[in-house]
């Protein structure tokens, strides 16, 4: 019997939907349960958010207490009403508590260890950005080559790489890429594209 590839596709999809209305009325199916909600840990009026790591967009809850007239952030976990994530968090989502501000451990001076020294100094955020423009700027005006071997205009330098991290917004990534294109730069990645 001769089968086209619409009738193949058609047989295929009742065959599937078949199986999935069978495990759906199933009563003993996983299908056919509902999806327990997981209990808060603490429910303490958190406000929603979204993981900023990446596009699956899993809901968060954030919890924060006032001390001294400030909001503080305690606790953040799954949000159990979120359709996507439904309470679970992946390492990287269940570690956001320690990109808030209020994380005792985030670095909040200037630390800078020299070539070959074995101790870091404190040092002031003008002389950090004056040292990453100095650098940047020498780097890219050694390394930049205008032509390639077979004399094609390319402008670039091929010393500088830019790679970009979850934490970074929308804006922040524009502006990256703004910057980084304008100096040449060609090796401009993300890393939730590797
Ligand atoms: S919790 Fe994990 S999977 Fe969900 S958005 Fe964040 S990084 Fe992505």
Same mark, same amino acid.
């Given at each position: 019997?001769?089968?086209?590839?619409?009738?193949?596709?058609?047989?295929?999809?009742?065959?599937?939907?078949?199986?999935?209305?069978?495990?759906?009325?199933?009563?003993?199916?996983?299908?056919?349960?509902?999806?327990?909600?997981?209990?808060?840990?603490?429910?303490?009026?958190?406000?929603?958010?979204?993981?900023?790591?990446?596009?699956?967009?899993?809901?968060?809850?954030?919890?924060?207490?006032?001390?001294?007239?400030?909001?503080?952030?305690?606790?953040?976990?799954?949000?159990?009403?979120?359709?996507?994530?439904?309470?679970?968090?992946?390492?990287?989502?269940? #570690?956001?508590?320690?990109? #808030?501000?209020?994380?005792?451990?985030?670095?909040?001076?200037?630390?800078?260890?020299?070539?070959?020294?074995?101790?870091?100094?404190?040092?002031?955020?003008?002389?950090?950005?004056?040292?990453?423009? @100095? @650098?940047?700027?020498? *780097?890219?005006?050694?390394?930049?080559?205008?032509?390639?071997?077979?004399?094609?205009?390319?402008?670039? *330098?091929?010393?500088?790489?830019?790679?970009?991290?979850?934490?970074?917004?929308?804006?922040?990534?524009?502006?990256? #890429?703004?910057? *980084? @294109?304008?100096?040449?730069?060609?090796?401009?990645?993300?890393?939730?594209?590797?």
């Amino acid at each position: 019997m001769e089968l086209s590839r619409r009738d193949f596709l058609k047989a295929s999809g009742v065959g599937i939907g078949g199986v999935f209305l069978f495990n759906a009325f199933n009563p003993d199916s996983v299908l056919a349960k509902p999806v327990a909600t997981l209990p808060l840990k603490k429910r303490v009026g958190e406000k929603v958010t979204i993981c900023p790591y990446d596009a699956s967009g899993c809901g968060f809850l954030v919890a924060t207490e006032n001390v001294n007239g400030r909001a503080v952030v305690f606790n953040i976990e799954g949000d159990p009403d979120h359709p996507i994530n439904r309470g679970a968090a992946c390492a990287k989502g269940a #570690s956001m508590r320690q990109l #808030s501000a209020d994380n005792p451990w985030r670095l909040s001076k200037v630390l800078y260890r020299a070539p070959g020294a074995s101790d870091w100094e404190e040092k002031d955020w003008d002389w950090a950005i004056e040292q990453v423009a @100095r @650098r940047l700027k020498d *780097t890219r005006d050694a390394s930049f080559i205008t032509r390639d071997d077979n004399g094609n205009v390319v402008n670039r *330098t091929e010393a500088i790489a830019n790679l970009g991290g979850s934490a970074l917004d929308n804006e922040e990534c524009y502006l990256l #890429s703004k910057l *980084t @294109r304008a100096l040449g730069v060609v090796y401009l990645e993300h890393h939730a594209r590797i």
